[in-house]
């Protein structure tokens, strides 16, 4: 029997080892250096309250990604516990599962997040409805619809982030609402950040549409029927997005395959036709060779090359490598008593709690970034969900940052010193916190991105091995993106080809992956 190696338990990690196992008599053997799955989508469990590590969305228009969530967990079926306590409605599915009485369940859930400037709050995406203009002041309103006439008029060459935002938004919305939050998550000025980034994360939004939206609505016209919106819902797993990829880990064991914990790939052995042969890795009772007829890797592109040294990675290729640019992440996680913001919208919650899933804390006065309410993913996050606020604050950092370096107590209090400052918590209603770090969150596109074709070009030189996920191919990819990058590696490894083209054209789509066609 033929072994893939896969490094990382991931989801691209277990997919690829799902698909090996249904597609195939290959045996899967993933090696994760942590000793829990899920990568980034893990779930944090603190003292009975769990953590969504950066807040996953399950939504995708791949219909085999979508039979897959659903085989894993099935859908709702019946009013989950704040469905029930409210009297709200939901969509369920005949036949479906009960959340109160399994846990093996996707929630059917709202999307509801805004923007927090100016100590108010901001409809996400931005629209120019009477509450913005209200927040915003008429002067403000004036100077932003007067530069997008001017962008309008004359476009700008765009050679980085803040052009292709300028161009879209007019420079007043962009400084106004883009510009302090781009720099305060990737620690760049957007015009340090190529535009191929908009092009990616920023697909179908502009003013114009915003304008459009707006006048149709104060003239009370009847919208029309091809207008592009965000999803309004998505699917959520009750424990968590943690939940699902640990079921997937016991169905691939289950299946006959194999996983290590707690063991780290440091070196990939060139075979003698110039593939790879095996794996060296390290675990907590020494070094151990694992040979391999594929190797499916999710670690990060810089990491990889290193584990290479034996290959003969080209300088130039190291160079870049070494080189690539993440962000780093870090979330800290509060129970509260009460928020001291007023939940002023038409959305029932539990305790009255604004409604939003998270908001985005545009304020120049703090580092935080992005605020979630777990209570607002699933109930179930939360220990008690009726009385306490179950909050995650997330920070966009480097390593060597000051934040980074910060004992877990000492953060926490400067978490709470933020959220007090901009006026959403009184630092006497904390009643306990714990902080979660996450290397090389988000890969960037800047610095030495621009020659990653270099890479890519040497890695696919290497006939069986298979660069998957976010990690593995430095892309801002999505769960359901990062899975697909997996599915396409076992069907190119299936029908024998050498070329890996289709792993790299995932989430290359033009329409941004969360925006839907009215009609």
Avoid at 34 to 46: H, I
Avoid at 118 to 123: D, Q, V, Y
Avoid at 375 to 401: A, H, I, M, R, T
Wanted: charged share 25%; proline share 4%; net charge negative.
């Amino acid at each position: 029997m033929k072994t893939a190696i896969i490094i990382g338990a991931g989801p691209a990690g277990l997919t690829a080892a799902y698909y090996l196992l249904k597609e195939t008599d290959i045996k899967p053997v993933i090696i994760e250096k942590d000793n829990v799955v899920g990568g980034l989508s893990r779930t944090v469990n603190f003292e009975g309250n769990r953590m969504d590590i950066g807040g996953h969305r399950f939504f995708t228009k791949n219909d085999e990604v979508a039979a897959l969530w659903e085989k894993l967990l099935p859908p709702q079926g019946a009013p989950a516990l704040d469905d029930k306590l409210l009297g709200r409605h939901v969509e369920l599915v005949q036949g479906g599962a009960d959340p109160e009485q399994c846990d093996a369940v996707f929630l059917n859930r709202q999307r509801i997040s805004r923007i927090f400037y100016l100590r108010h709050f901001f409809a996400y995406p931005v629209s120019l409805g009477w509450e913005t203009i209200r927040n915003l002041g008429l002067s403000r309103m004036a100077g932003i619809c007067f530069s997008y006439l001017q962008a309008v008029l004359k476009k700008r060459q765009e050679n980085n982030l803040e052009d292709f935002m300028i161009n879209r938004f007019g420079r007043r919305l962009y400084e106004t609402f883009f510009e302090k939050y781009t720099e305060k998550v990737w620690g760049r000025h957007p015009r340090d950040i190529g535009a191929d980034w908009g092009s990616q994360r920023i697909k179908g939004v502009s003013i114009s549409k915003v304008l459009s939206d707006f006048l149709q609505r104060a003239l009370r016209i009847k919208r029309q029927e091809s207008e592009a919106s965000l999803i309004e819902k998505f699917r959520y797993p009750k424990y968590g997005p943690g939940q699902l990829w640990e079921r997937m880990r016991d169905e691939v064991l289950d299946m006959g395959g194999e996983i290590r914990m707690g063991c780290e790939a440091v070196e990939l052995l060139p075979g003698t036709s110039g593939d790879l042969a095996g794996v060296v890795y390290e675990c907590g009772n020494g070094r151990k060779r694992l040979d391999a007829d594929y190797v499916i890797s999710s670690m990060p592109i810089s990491q990889l090359l290193h584990t290479l040294s034996g290959y003969g990675v080209p300088d130039e290729v190291q160079a870049i490598g070494d080189k690539l640019p993440y962000r780093d992440f870090m979330t800290a996680g509060l129970l509260v008593d009460r928020l001291e913001i007023d939940n002023q919208t038409h959305h029932k919650t539990l305790g009255n709690i604004v409604p939003d899933c998270w908001i985005y804390i545009q304020e120049p006065d703090v580092k935080l970034g992005r605020l979630q309410v777990f209570n607002n993913w699933s109930p179930y996050l939360v220990e008690s969900p009726e009385s306490k606020v179950w909050l995650g604050l997330e920070y966009f950092c480097q390593q060597e940052d000051e934040m980074w370096q910060m004992q877990d107590e000492d953060f926490l209090a400067f978490a709470v010193r933020e959220l007090e400052n901009i006026g959403i918590i009184r630092h006497n209603c904390v009643e306990k916190g714990c902080v979660v770090r996450m290397e090389k969150a988000y890969p960037a596109y800047f610095g030495s991105y621009k020659d990653f074709g270099k890479v890519r070009e040497y890695l696919d030189t290497i006939p069986n091995l298979y660069c998957i996920g976010r990690n593995g191919q430095h892309r801002y990819n999505n769960m359901d993106h990062s899975m697909l990058t997996a599915i396409e590696a076992v069907r190119v490894i299936k029908s024998g080809s050498q070329d890996k083209q289709a792993l790299w054209q995932v989430n290359t789509e033009e329409n941004y992956h969360e925006m839907r066609q009215k009609g």
